[in-house]
T-cell receptor, first 112, second 115 residues
Framework: EDQVTQSPEALRLQEGESSSLNCSYTVSGLRGLFWYRQDPGKGPEFLFTLYSAGEEKEKERLKATLTKKESFLHITAPKPEDSATYLCAVQGGGGSNYKLTFGKGTLLTVNP | DSGVTQTPKHLITATGQRVTLRCSPRSGDLSVYWYQQSLDQGLQFLIQYYNGEERAKGNILERFSAQQFPDLHSELNLSSLELGDSALYFC??????????????FGQGTRLTVV
């Protein structure tokens, strides 16, 4: 069974203070690793897909990296509007099963 | 806006009742997924449909059922509701074919409150 563990559960940063969120996973045949951002009461918003170890993707102040066992979401010089829950998910297996298995998320708070 | 539409946004109902949640996927997406999100459990996969057929089942209770119609919209039926069924229910859609672009896009959810 696919498993995803995210750490820390919560992270409080000052504006401009860079940090990283961790996503450790076990999956049978990784098809993709996904990062989402979720604001309170809203649906998860897609950020990145990573497919193979060594891959990196960037979007504004966010950079996602992938190894064979974990992924990191690096946040550079965050702003208060980056405050949200960041979710990591894996898609594994074969055939036509495209379900995502999610971690419980990291609640990021950026103080001005 | 993800392009995935869910209705209703909010639903309050009594224990023992039955409700239907509706999802319209993004244009061109063939796969629809249903997820349940509660405070203590996080996002839990319920069921996936691809082009009208059930493709994967997760932790879906026997009291719950779903279907995908020929126009690709999907409905999630929840019956004999219990207090513990109160949660956010999300629908997501993806292209769902064998390709690299398999990311799923989520709707805004239906908040179900069982009283």
């Amino acid at each position: 069974e696919d498993q995803v563990t995210q750490s820390p559960e919560a992270l409080r940063l000052q504006e401009g203070e860079s940090s990283s969120l961790n996503c450790s996973y076990t999956v049978s045949g990784l098809r993709g690793l996904f990062w989402y951002r979720q604001d309170p009461g809203k649906g998860p918003e897609f950020l990145f897909t990573l497919y193979s170890a060594g891959e990196e993707k960037e979007k504004e102040r966010l950079k996602a990296t992938l190894t064979k066992k974990e992924s990191f979401l690096h946040i550079t010089a965050p702003k208060p509007e980056d405050s949200a829950t960041y979710l990591c998910a894996v898609q594994g297996g074969g055939g036509s099963n495209y379900k995502l298995t999610f971690g419980k998320g990291t609640l990021l708070t950026v103080n001005p | 806006d993800s392009g995935v539409t869910q209705t209703p946004k909010h639903l309050i109902t009594a224990t023992g009742q039955r409700v239907t949640l509706r999802c319209s996927p993004r244009s061109g997406d063939l796969s629809v997924y249903w997820y349940q999100q509660s405070l203590d459990q996080g996002l839990q996969f319920l069921i996936q449909y691809y082009n009208g057929e059930e493709r994967a089942k997760g932790n879906i209770l026997e009291r719950f059922s779903a279907q995908q119609f020929p126009d690709l919209h999907s409905e999630l039926n929840l019956s004999s509701l219990e207090l513990g069924d109160s949660a956010l229910y999300f629908c997501a859609s993806s292209v769902g074919t064998v390709s690299l672009n398999t990311e799923a896009f989520f709707g805004q959810g239906t908040r179900l409150t069982v009283v």
